[in-house]
């Protein structure tokens, strides 16, 4: 489903990538996701993400969502903490987890959390990794941060590998076009953003060159792709 705060995130970021900084005047849409104004044109961006595919790649970002749902449970009971940190968590975990398994999960992760801190001299330290014993929770690593016990999950089946973005340009750019003509009647000039946001290992992919030459047919005046994590911004160039 689309998330409004992110879709906004990356936009921010890729028109300051673009530009120099982020362009603070726009309207979000539905179709497209922005409008902006550039020398008198209005701008429309339709921003889209780019993920693994394939049953285990499916499978992964299906595990990625469970992880993220029990660091965002872990995260709710921050309240009795003091310390500002970030938590990194490490996590064996399969796609299967009901509600209850996730928040019994969440809860043996703060418990390790609450040990770690109270039983710790922490005070001056800016990184520090303890490794409970435990099936499920691998380990956590803290980074001194100043958010108090902002959680993110890493999931320990998840591998890395060499992941190009060609195939997978020309394949999003021609499922967009079937929309670009509708969305090019609300503004001058019409652009669409691929974005990976490379937080989590399906939406990683290798660093690209400046410049991105793909053949298919676009529908879109401007096509490019962003890198968010790396704050990479790629132009990609289009023939038939």
């Not at 008198?40 to 499916?58: M, N, P, R, W």
Request: charge should be neutral; hydrophobic fraction near 40%.
């Amino acid at each position: 489903m689309p998330n409004p705060f992110k879709e906004s995130t990356h936009f921010s970021a890729f028109t300051a990538a673009l530009y120099g900084s982020p362009i603070t005047e726009w309207d979000k849409g539905e179709s497209p996701d922005f409008l902006f104004r550039e020398n008198g044109k209005v701008i429309g961006v339709e921003h889209t993400q780019i993920f693994l595919e394939g049953s285990k790649d499916l499978k992964l970002v299906a595990i990625e969502s469970i992880g993220n749902d029990i660091a965002r449970r872990v995260q709710l009971k921050r309240l009795s903490l003091n310390y500002n940190f970030q938590a990194v968590l490490q996590l064996n975990i399969s796609d299967s987890l009901n509600e209850k398994e996730r928040e019994s999960i969440a809860h043996k992760i703060y418990e390790h959390i609450e040990n770690a801190i109270r039983n710790t001299s922490i005070i001056d330290m800016r990184y520090f990794v303890i490794r409970p014993v435990d099936v499920v929770v691998r380990c956590i690593r803290f980074v001194a941060t100043q958010q108090k016990i902002a959680t993110m999950v890493r999931v320990a089946r998840a591998g890395w590998m060499k992941r190009t973005i060609t195939d997978k340009i020309v394949e999003t750019i021609i499922n967009k076009n079937f929309k670009a003509k509708e969305y090019a009647s609300k503004c001058d000039e019409l652009w669409l953003l691929i974005v990976a946001d490379g937080h989590d290992p399906s939406s990683l992919f290798d660093i690209q060159p400046p410049v991105v030459s793909v053949s298919c047919c676009a529908h879109f005046d401007k096509v490019y792709y962003f890198d968010f994590f790396k704050n990479n911004l790629s132009v990609i160039t289009v023939s038939d």
